[in-house]
């Protein structure tokens, strides 16, 4: 970085951005792991700011910090790597064989067991070895391990992995690539994990690698910035809402790109008027590793006892979910890191 102190001020943006981002996916979850069945019309237009205009912008926004920060280190390609084998690597197969553990004794102690539809009295060793790659379904690209959120950070082990190949790209091909990846994604339909994937780590990526600041850019830019932030959030949100469009899928995707410069500001605004913690933070990544069981059980429970309840019923029991997973979670996190706090170096890669 040209600055010292620009690097400093977007370092502590993006430690502040941590927790919220994992916030939003919580809230995405809290929506998207178990649905409401039949038709509720209001609890979708009620929660679709939360759970999907703002919950769907957690991992793209992860993933654009990831891509800066592994380009703006100047450790070797082999030094790097290393560091990902113990930070994401290590913590990525312990949670999975954590949660593999937990479905086997369940079913050791007779409760049936399936996953993504398939039974685990069936299951070969090469199953139980699959399923630290995807449950058992590609669905275009969109698979996911046995801990589904861990598919975040299995891509971005891949991503590490050809970093070298994507340095040469960007650094040569430049907006070129990153308007390619951006059609791509724009056009593909569900979750478009892949395109997601490629387009916000090149992007984080493109910044290092051309020794720009992207804080500095949001600053200068800020009422450009801010300005299409505030129209494709509005243009996302009724969209989806109150007036549909043919162009739903596209307005949404340019909205959740421009929540994230959004989401900057927000964090270094917070910073520098002394709205900091340091314990949410740290808390991050054992919150994003723990909360989705969670939530699937609480989400499974309300949907089962209230399945004919009205919508506002409905909306209360999202909004109170998400508050129970999170403070569970936070409370998991506090109890290894005052009782077990090897293990919880251990699990979250020494974060």
Same mark, same amino acid.
């Given at each position: 970085?040209?600055?010292?102190?620009?690097?400093?001020?977007?370092?502590?943006?993006?430690?502040?951005?941590?927790?919220?981002?994992?916030?939003?996916?919580?809230?995405?979850?809290?929506?998207?792991?178990?649905?409401?069945?039949?038709?509720?019309?209001?609890?979708?237009?009620?929660?679709?700011?939360?759970?999907?205009?703002?919950?769907?912008?957690?991992?793209?926004?992860? $993933? =654009?910090?990831? &891509?800066?920060? @592994?380009?703006?280190?100047?450790?070797?390609? #082999? /030094?790097? +790597?290393?560091?990902?084998?113990?930070?994401?690597?290590?913590?990525?197969?312990?949670?999975?064989?954590?949660?593999?553990?937990?479905?086997?004794?369940?079913?050791?102690?007779?409760?049936?067991?399936?996953?993504?539809?398939?039974?685990?009295?069936?299951?070969?060793?090469?199953?139980?070895?699959?399923?630290?790659?995807?449950?058992?379904?590609?669905?275009?690209?969109?698979?996911?391990?046995?801990?589904?959120?861990?598919?975040?950070?299995?891509?971005?082990?891949?991503?590490?992995?050809?970093?070298?190949?994507?340095?040469?790209?960007?650094?040569?091909?430049?907006?070129?690539?990153?308007?390619?990846?951006?059609?791509?994604?724009?056009?593909?339909?569900?979750?478009?994990?892949?395109?997601?994937?490629?387009? $916000? =780590?090149?992007? &984080?990526?493109? @910044?290092?690698?051309?020794?720009?600041?992207? #804080? /500095?850019? +949001?600053?200068?830019?800020?009422?450009?910035?801010?300005?299409?932030?505030?129209?494709?959030?509005?243009?996302?949100?009724?969209?989806?809402?109150?007036?549909?469009?043919?162009?739903?899928?596209?307005?949404?995707?340019?909205?959740?790109?421009?929540?994230?410069?959004?989401?900057?500001?927000?964090?270094?605004?917070?910073?520098?008027?002394?709205?900091?913690?340091?314990?949410?933070?740290?808390?991050?990544?054992?919150?994003?590793?723990?909360?989705?069981?969670?939530?699937?059980?609480?989400?499974?429970?309300?949907?089962?006892?209230?399945?004919?309840?009205?919508?506002?019923?409905?909306?209360?029991?999202?909004?109170?979910?998400?508050?129970?997973?999170?403070?569970?979670?936070?409370?998991?996190?506090?109890?290894?890191?005052?009782?077990?706090?090897?293990?919880?170096?251990?699990?979250?890669?020494?974060?």
């Amino acid at each position: 970085m040209n600055n010292y102190c620009s690097y400093k001020q977007l370092s502590t943006a993006i430690t502040w951005l941590r927790f919220p981002l994992i916030f939003f996916v919580i809230m995405l979850h809290g929506y998207s792991v178990i649905k409401v069945p039949g038709e509720h019309t209001t609890y979708f237009k009620f929660v679709y700011p939360f759970a999907l205009w703002l919950g769907e912008t957690g991992v793209p926004g992860f $993933f =654009f910090i990831s &891509g800066f920060l @592994f380009f703006l280190s100047h450790k070797t390609y #082999l /030094e790097k +790597i290393k560091a990902r084998c113990h930070s994401l690597f290590n913590p990525y197969i312990l949670w999975n064989a954590l949660l593999l553990a937990a479905y086997i004794a369940a079913f050791a102690l007779g409760f049936p067991q399936d996953i993504n539809g398939n039974s685990m009295v069936d299951y070969s060793f090469i199953d139980y070895l699959r399923l630290f790659w995807d449950r058992g379904s590609y669905d275009d690209g969109n698979f996911v391990p046995l801990l589904c959120p861990l598919w975040y950070i299995r891509n971005l082990i891949i991503m590490s992995i050809i970093s070298p190949l994507l340095y040469y790209i960007i650094r040569y091909v430049r907006e070129v690539f990153l308007i390619f990846v951006t059609f791509w994604w724009m056009t593909t339909p569900n979750n478009a994990f892949i395109p997601q994937t490629v387009l $916000f =780590f090149s992007l &984080g990526a493109y @910044f290092s690698i051309l020794d720009m600041n992207p #804080l /500095e850019l +949001i600053d200068r830019k800020k009422g450009v910035v801010l300005s299409l932030f505030v129209i494709f959030a509005i243009g996302d949100i009724l969209s989806h809402v109150y007036i549909g469009t043919p162009a739903n899928l596209q307005i949404h995707r340019i909205s959740l790109i421009f929540n994230i410069p959004a989401l900057f500001f927000l964090g270094d605004w917070c910073v520098r008027h002394g709205y900091t913690s340091s314990f949410l933070p740290s808390a991050a990544f054992i919150v994003f590793c723990v909360h989705y069981p969670i939530t699937v059980a609480l989400r499974k429970i309300c949907v089962a006892q209230y399945s004919d309840a009205s919508d506002l019923i409905h909306i209360l029991l999202y909004f109170t979910c998400i508050v129970i997973s999170t403070v569970l979670s936070l409370s998991i996190y506090q109890v290894l890191n005052l009782y077990f706090p090897k293990v919880k170096n251990i699990l979250s890669g020494n974060r």
